[in-house]
């Protein structure tokens, strides 16, 4: 074989793979996206009902029953974050946990004094709601 | 279904000078001029053609109005503002780099006025 054949061989065998793992990764993509959306509508779920049991106005503050939430909600995200496929997503996830952390630490200093108000409550939920919206690209 | 993009709009243009007419109640000249420029600056980003950024105005707009009757307190407020940024990060993540300046720009910067000038003006007030 002449050397310039050689070469233009390797050359397109190089194209044919890298294109290969272009479609490859688009395919992949496509699978694994409505398995991610699902995780987030899971973890969207989960922090509404946070809210709902805690955010209540005039409601005794039960630290432990608060801090098992908080810990099964971390469990959630961490468990999220660590299988999901989607890599674009991965991002997301960190900020929708950085959202998780920021409304607990909230919840629990405003509970935990008899602060919550019913604006507070369905202020929460209207963010929680959007920003989740967001990460889901609507 | 016209019939309720019309209550919409009076409801939005109700809370709207419900806000401006507690802002224009400010005596001292300097202050008055950055509660007009915060209006002015509200008021563009209500009406911009990116509906994140028209979001983001109504729900600053609404939560100074929560704010004013004390339905929420200064640390909800904060707390709310700090969302709303968090918000506009998920979402800027998924945008293109020019687009990503853009909606900083025209966000970030009423949402930082209106918690260091806004909020202390409509505390003093309560």
């Known amino acids: ?138 | 279904m016209p019939s309720a993009g019309k209550t919409k709009r009076k409801k939005s243009t109700r809370k709207k000078s419900e806000l401006g007419s507690a802002l224009d109640q400010v005596g001292d000249e300097s202050t008055a001029a950055a509660m007009k420029e915060f209006q002015d600056l509200l008021a563009q980003a209500k009406s911009d053609t990116t509906e994140l950024v028209r979001q983001n105005a109504k729900e600053l707009e609404e939560r100074l109005i929560l704010l004013k009757k004390r339905k929420i307190d200064k640390e909800d407020f904060d707390f709310f503002i700090e969302n709303q940024k968090r918000d506009l990060r998920v979402f800027i993540d998924s945008q293109p780099a020019q687009a990503q300046e853009r909606a900083e720009r025209l966000t970030l910067h009423i949402l930082e006025t209106a918690a260091t000038k806004v909020v202390p003006v409509l505390l003093a007030m309560i």
């Open chain 1, 1 to 138: 074989m002449k050397p310039h054949i050689s070469k233009n061989f390797i050359i397109r065998n190089l194209f044919l793979c890298a294109a290969a793992i272009a479609i490859t990764s688009c395919g992949t993509a496509t699978i694994n996206k409505p398995r991610s959306d699902a995780q987030i509508e899971s973890l969207r779920t989960f922090e509404l009902a946070f809210i709902d049991e805690f955010a209540v106005p005039h409601k005794r503050f039960n630290a432990a029953a608060f801090d098992a939430k908080v810990n099964q909600g971390n469990a959630m995200f961490q468990q999220a974050i660590a299988n999901e496929k989607f890599t674009a997503r991965r991002p997301v996830l960190n900020d929708l946990k950085a959202q998780f952390d920021a409304d607990a630490a909230h919840l629990r200093s405003k509970a935990s004094r008899g602060k919550v108000t019913p604006a507070l409550a369905s202020e929460m939920k209207k963010d929680v709601n959007k920003i989740y919206d967001h990460a889901l690209g609507r």
